[in-house]
């Protein structure tokens, strides 16, 4: 069974920097880690879930929300099984419970959410 487990939220003051890490298990040798993309996903207070970066199971390609292109990157370890997002100047916008995001063919995986509060 997958298991994604998203750490390294908190309490940021605008223009700071966070990375957040997503912990990856169960995957098996027929659907190993390397063959998903990831993906993170954020939700603000009052507004719906939405997608923020994504990147292929070789890590090769990334691609961006506009709104936090420039200042966010994502990036695997296919060896540790982890996906990051290095969040830098950061906004009171970017406030958000965020989630990590597993897909390959028709399966998908969600992780819990953490949060990060952008606020002086």
């Known amino acids: 069974q997958v298991l994604l487990v998203e750490s390294g939220g908190g309490l940021v003051q605008p223009g700071g920097s966070v990375r957040l890490s997503c912990a990856a298990s169960?995957?098996?040798?027929?659907?190993?880690?390397?063959?998903?993309?990831m993906s993170w996903y954020r939700q603000a207070p009052g507004k719906e879930r939405e997608w923020v970066a994504g990147i292929i199971g070789n890590g090769r390609a990334t691609k961006y929300a506009n709104s936090v292109e420039g200042r966010f990157t994502i990036s695997r370890d296919n060896v540790k099984k982890m996906l990051f997002l290095q969040m830098d100047n950061l906004r009171s916008e970017d406030t958000a419970v965020y989630y990590c995001?597993?897909?390959?063919?028709?399966?998908?995986?969600w992780g819990q959410g953490t949060q990060v509060i952008v606020s002086s």
């Open positions: 169960g995957f098996t040798v027929r659907s190993p880690f390397s063959n998903f993309a």
């Open positions: 995001y597993a897909t390959w063919t028709s399966r998908e995986f």
